[in-house]
């Protein structure tokens, strides 16, 4: 064992070109130059580059790689990569390993296949792809995967992390307008940071190749409620089963290998459900990695034989899955904007960028409910400690406490930390932090970090820190404004904190996010409550969010309206491939197999009869009634739902479409799963055609 823990430093980030890589491997002249590029965004030079790739190149190769790939991150929500060799041939015959300056700064994918939401017309193929020096470069397999952006021939976006670098840009831009009025000195960068928590499911895999829904759909679309599910909560943080254990332990080898700071894992409160969670890191960085974390939990997950389910609900009933975005602040110099000390009355800073977050997130209720929007999504919000989908902010007691005398004028009496006593003298004493937790809020200000809970499992990261990054900037942008006219800055600082919090204080809420009343509450304040992806997606191309987009530069109108499409097509498309599933496991799989019980049951009746034994009430002859009953109304929605699938195919407005999907298909798919799940429970097991949820859920 301090062998492997000796081992770890060495190990880790040892497939990564990173900061200290270069350090040691490239010319002096040269590694100041990139390091120039990176943190000004001066050029590079082509001879700079020529150097850097051939550096890269022998690196690569040392490490077994043969190929090269530009890793970007288009709009379908996974990464892309086309592999390219290092071999050049020669005239005599043989090849050398070749990479140059131009190989490694640009690129030219197809584009003509990836969502583009009609910026481009299909039979127009080129798309290109340019180097991103601010990610390290990684080795995956055999390939050398060099982080890029990803832009059309005539230079829109196609991507999430252009936007992503955007809107980190302009948050950084006006922090540092803050800053600079309170003179705080050293700081030259101000970044976003996030720790993504991510969470999965893990299934057998032999069960999973029975589920054509889950192989077609990554969530069941049939499914009784096992006898018993999560009610004991005997899973959550409960001993890691072997298995998967070995799962783990081999995960975070891989993940560490490539500089992930993978840090946390446990079992969640559903059954098969675990979490990881990673250190701290700038949320350009951070969005590489969850995608990379998560192509190695379905990777790694195969090879012992499981199989890895990230879709936010894969079973109904039980928790489902997100990603809980902890979003923060912090300079180069190592300060956490968003950490308000032992006193954060007196902490001026941090009230000013609190006010900034908490206006951001009272304005942009909407593009923040947008960011997280999927059919999949739509499942999970509100349910089994997922959060609603109305936004809302919890402060806690204290920092609530500290503006509510800000905007009231009043001294803050508050307490001072306080320490914990267990009442067992040999456990020593310990801090106790000024406020609890609340697990049901969807964006909650957890100390020194705000933990937005309303991402999805499968979900890029990227969408949501656009959003986050984005706003806020805004906010800040409108305060600094404001401050940089003024010549009693301290003044202005508390009217700005003060005003802002009386403005915007109804996104602040500290109870019970589940609770009926609350949905009256929200509605009293006039907060959104878009509880499908159809009635949040219409509110992206508003005049308001395209003018926030187009005045920092993050998007243009036609790049909005082309993430717009791409959104509602791709809500449709999943919603007609759930439907299309279930019409065919219904005809071809639960129709046949309940009729052959049926049978068997018919033989078994008439063989009583056969030999005179007769019951006033014949429980075979009552049970063959009821599952021929079921059975008809089985073939009657399945019919239904064709009809209303047929239906969708006339109707060609995508936003008209999407509210065909949510208030026709989705109500019909609901009436065909309520009466298979009750086949289920009248049906033997020999019978039924698939794995049924006990057996998936403990099936690890």
């Given at each position: 064992?301090?062998?492997?823990?000796?081992?770890?430093?060495?190990?880790?980030?040892?497939?990564?070109?990173?900061?200290?890589?270069?350090?040691?491997?490239?010319?002096?002249?040269?590694?100041?130059?990139?390091?120039?590029?990176?943190?000004?965004?001066?050029?590079?030079?082509?001879?700079?580059?020529?150097?850097?790739?051939?550096?890269?190149?022998?690196?690569?190769?040392?490490?077994?790689?043969?190929?090269?790939?530009?890793?970007?991150?288009?709009?379908?929500?996974?990464?892309?990569?086309?592999?390219?060799?290092?071999?050049?041939?020669?005239?005599?015959?043989?090849?050398?390993?070749?990479?140059?300056?131009?190989?490694?700064?640009?690129?030219?994918?197809?584009?003509?296949?990836?969502?583009?939401?009609?910026?481009?017309?299909?039979?127009?193929?080129?798309?290109?792809?340019?180097?991103?020096?601010?990610?390290?470069?990684?080795?995956?397999?055999?390939?050398?995967?060099?982080?890029?952006?990803?832009?059309?021939?005539?230079?829109?976006?196609?991507?999430?992390?252009?936007?992503?670098?955007?809107?980190?840009?302009?948050?950084?831009?006006?922090?540092?307008?803050?800053?600079?009025?309170?003179?705080?000195?050293?700081?030259?960068?101000?970044?976003?940071?996030?720790?993504?928590?991510?969470?999965?499911?893990?299934?057998?895999?032999?069960?999973?190749?029975?589920?054509?829904?889950?192989?077609?759909?990554?969530?069941?679309?049939?499914?009784?409620?096992?006898?018993?599910?999560?009610?004991?909560?005997?899973?959550?943080?409960?001993?890691?089963?072997?298995?998967?254990?070995?799962?783990?332990?081999?995960?975070?080898?891989?993940?560490?290998?490539?500089?992930?700071?993978?840090?946390?894992?446990?079992?969640?409160?559903?059954?098969?459900?675990?979490?990881?969670?990673?250190?701290?890191?700038?949320?350009?960085?951070?969005?590489?990695?969850?995608?990379?974390?998560?192509?190695?939990?379905?990777?790694?997950?195969?090879?012992?034989?499981?199989?890895?389910?990230?879709?936010?609900?894969?079973?109904?009933?039980?928790?489902?899955?997100?990603?809980?975005?902890?979003?923060s602040l912090s300079t180069n110099t190592g300060k956490n904007l968003l950490d308000g000390g032992k006193n954060p009355i007196t902490n001026k800073i941090f009230l000013l960028f609190l006010s900034a977050v908490i206006k951001a997130v009272d304005q942009h209720q909407d593009l923040l409910r947008i960011s997280v929007a999927s059919a999949g999504n739509d499942y999970r919000l509100g349910a089994n400690e997922a959060p609603p989908a109305i936004l809302s902010i919890f402060l806690g007691d204290e920092l609530t406490s500290i503006m509510e005398s800000i905007a009231d004028d009043k001294a803050y009496t508050g307490s001072v930390h306080s320490s914990m006593k267990t009442g067992v003298h040999a456990i020593p004493g310990f801090r106790k932090d000024t406020t609890d937790r609340n697990r049901t809020?969807?964006?909650?200000?957890?100390?020194?970090?705000?933990?937005?809970?309303?991402?999805?499992?499968?979900?890029?990261?990227?969408?949501?820190?656009?959003?986050?990054?984005?706003?806020?900037?805004?906010?800040?942008?409108?305060?600094?404004?404001?401050?940089?006219?003024?010549?009693?800055?301290?003044?202005?600082?508390?009217?700005?904190?003060?005003?802002?919090?009386?403005?915007?204080?109804?996104?602040?809420?500290?109870?019970?996010?589940?609770?009926?009343?609350?949905?009256?509450?929200?509605?009293?304040?006039?907060?959104?409550?878009?509880?499908?992806?159809?009635?949040?997606?219409?509110?992206?191309?508003?005049?308001?969010?395209?003018?926030?987009?187009?005045?920092?530069?993050?998007?243009?109108?036609?790049?909005?309206?082309?993430?717009?499409?791409?959104?509602?097509?791709?809500?449709?498309?999943?919603?007609?491939?759930?439907?299309?599933?279930?019409?065919?496991?219904?005809?071809?799989?639960?129709?046949?197999?309940?009729?052959?019980?049926?049978?068997?049951?018919?033989?078994?009746?008439?063989?009583?009869?056969?030999?005179?034994?007769?019951?006033?009430?014949?429980?075979?002859?009552?049970?063959?009634?009821?599952?021929?009953?079921?059975?008809?109304?089985?073939?009657?929605?399945?019919?239904?739902?064709?009809?209303?699938?047929?239906?969708?195919?006339?109707?060609?407005?995508?936003?008209?479409?999407?509210?065909?999907?949510?208030?026709?298909?989705?109500?019909?798919?609901?009436?065909?799963?309520?009466?298979?799940?009750?086949?289920?429970?009248?049906?033997?097991?020999?019978?039924?055609?698939?794995?049924?949820?006990?057996?998936?859920?403990?099936?690890?």
């Amino acid at each position: 064992m301090d062998y492997i823990n000796k081992e770890i430093p060495k190990m880790f980030g040892n497939l990564v070109f990173n900061d200290s890589v270069m350090k040691n491997r490239l010319p002096k002249d040269i590694y100041r130059s990139l390091k120039k590029t990176i943190e000004e965004g001066t050029e590079l030079d082509i001879n700079s580059a020529n150097s850097i790739a051939s550096v890269m190149r022998d690196w690569a190769i040392e490490k077994g790689a043969t190929h090269f790939t530009h890793w970007f991150q288009p709009l379908t929500g996974i990464t892309a990569e086309k592999h390219e060799s290092f071999i050049a041939a020669q005239q005599d015959g043989t090849v050398i390993m070749e990479f140059n300056g131009n190989e490694l700064i640009k690129g030219e994918p197809d584009a003509s296949s990836f969502p583009s939401g009609g910026l481009r017309a299909t039979f127009e193929a080129r798309g290109y792809t340019a180097w991103d020096p601010t990610s390290y470069s990684f080795i995956k397999g055999r390939c050398l995967c060099i982080p890029t952006v990803f832009c059309s021939y005539c230079g829109n976006v196609l991507d999430k992390k252009t936007p992503l670098l955007r809107s980190m840009e302009k948050l950084n831009e006006n922090a540092l307008r803050i800053l600079n009025l309170f003179n705080v000195e050293g700081v030259t960068h101000v970044s976003s940071t996030v720790g993504p928590e991510q969470e999965y499911f893990l299934i057998d895999k032999k069960l999973f190749e029975q589920r054509e829904d889950l192989k077609f759909c990554g969530r069941t679309l049939f499914g009784a409620k096992p006898p018993k599910g999560q009610e004991m909560e005997d899973h959550y943080f409960g001993a890691i089963r072997p298995r998967v254990d070995a799962f783990m332990e081999e995960l975070d080898s891989e993940l560490w290998k490539l500089g992930i700071f993978a840090k946390t894992e446990h079992n969640e409160v559903a059954p098969s459900q675990h979490e990881l969670a990673p250190i701290f890191t700038t949320t350009n960085t951070a969005s590489d990695h969850n995608q990379i974390t998560m192509e190695m939990l379905k990777r790694i997950a195969e090879k012992h034989g499981l199989t890895c389910l990230l879709h936010e609900k894969p079973f109904a009933g039980i928790n489902g899955s997100g990603k809980h975005n902890n979003w923060s602040l912090s300079t180069n110099t190592g300060k956490n904007l968003l950490d308000g000390g032992k006193n954060p009355i007196t902490n001026k800073i941090f009230l000013l960028f609190l006010s900034a977050v908490i206006k951001a997130v009272d304005q942009h209720q909407d593009l923040l409910r947008i960011s997280v929007a999927s059919a999949g999504n739509d499942y999970r919000l509100g349910a089994n400690e997922a959060p609603p989908a109305i936004l809302s902010i919890f402060l806690g007691d204290e920092l609530t406490s500290i503006m509510e005398s800000i905007a009231d004028d009043k001294a803050y009496t508050g307490s001072v930390h306080s320490s914990m006593k267990t009442g067992v003298h040999a456990i020593p004493g310990f801090r106790k932090d000024t406020t609890d937790r609340n697990r049901t809020s969807p964006f909650a200000f957890t100390g020194n970090k705000f933990e937005f809970r309303m991402v999805g499992s499968g979900m890029s990261i990227a969408d949501a820190n656009i959003v986050l990054n984005t706003i806020v900037a805004d906010s800040l942008s409108e305060f600094a404004d404001t401050l940089e006219k003024t010549e009693d800055i301290s003044t202005a600082v508390d009217n700005i904190i003060k005003q802002t919090y009386i403005k915007h204080k109804r996104i602040v809420f500290n109870g019970n996010n589940y609770s009926e009343e609350w949905v009256l509450e929200a509605k009293k304040r006039g907060l959104l409550n878009l509880k499908t992806t159809a009635d949040a997606l219409s509110f992206f191309i508003s005049k308001k969010n395209i003018e926030l987009f187009e005045r920092y530069g993050i998007l243009s109108e036609v790049e909005l309206r082309s993430r717009y499409e791409i959104l509602l097509e791709n809500y449709c498309k999943i919603i007609n491939i759930e439907a299309l599933t279930m019409q065919q496991i219904a005809k071809r799989n639960i129709y046949p197999s309940v009729s052959r019980y049926i049978k068997s049951l018919t033989e078994l009746y008439c063989l009583k009869k056969s030999i005179d034994i007769a019951f006033e009430k014949d429980s075979t002859l009552l049970q063959i009634k009821k599952l021929t009953s079921l059975l008809d109304s089985l073939h009657f929605e399945t019919e239904n739902l064709e009809n209303t699938v047929a239906h969708s195919k006339n109707i060609k407005n995508n936003e008209e479409l999407s509210f065909y999907c949510k208030d026709i298909i989705i109500p019909s798919m609901n009436r065909l799963r309520a009466v298979a799940d009750e086949l289920e429970t009248n049906t033997a097991s020999s019978y039924w055609p698939f794995p049924t949820y006990g057996q998936l859920l403990y099936s690890v």
